[in-house]
């Protein structure tokens, strides 16, 4: 073995160095791939935490936007019933106008 070699000995021709310095480069490329993958990964992963964020927006501002429309509906059906009788007292109005012209022509 490595262990008995004579100092001064050369070692044998490093074919196992060229090897291993080839199997180290594609280590390296691996290692840098795996790298470019979590990053990646972690970007995708904070889209889709703003993704959710916004929707979450999104979905409380439609929901106060429902409230304030439905307010705005009570308010009209409350001033609806306000203008309804205001509508029959013109009515009225009218029509004693109408007879009070009629009496009129009739002095």
């Known amino acids: ?17 060229a090897a291993a310095g080839g199997a180290c480069a594609n280590c390296s490329v691996l290692q840098q791939n795996i790298n470019e993958y979590v990053a990646a ?6 889209k889709m935490i703003d993704g959710d964020r916004l929707l979450t927006e999104y979905q409380q501002k439609c929901t106060d936007i429902l409230q304030e429309i439905s307010a705005l509906r009570c308010q009209v059906e409350k001033m609806l019933q306000k203008i309804l009788p205001l509508e029959k007292c013109q009515e009225e109005l009218g029509s004693l106008r109408a007879e009070l012209e009629e009496k009129k022509v009739c002095l």
Not at 41 to 46: C, N, P, S, T
């Open 41 to 46: 990964l972690i970007a995708l992963k904070q």
């Open 1 to 17: 073995g490595v262990g008995t070699m004579m100092p001064g000995e050369t070692p044998p021709p490093a074919a196992g160095t």
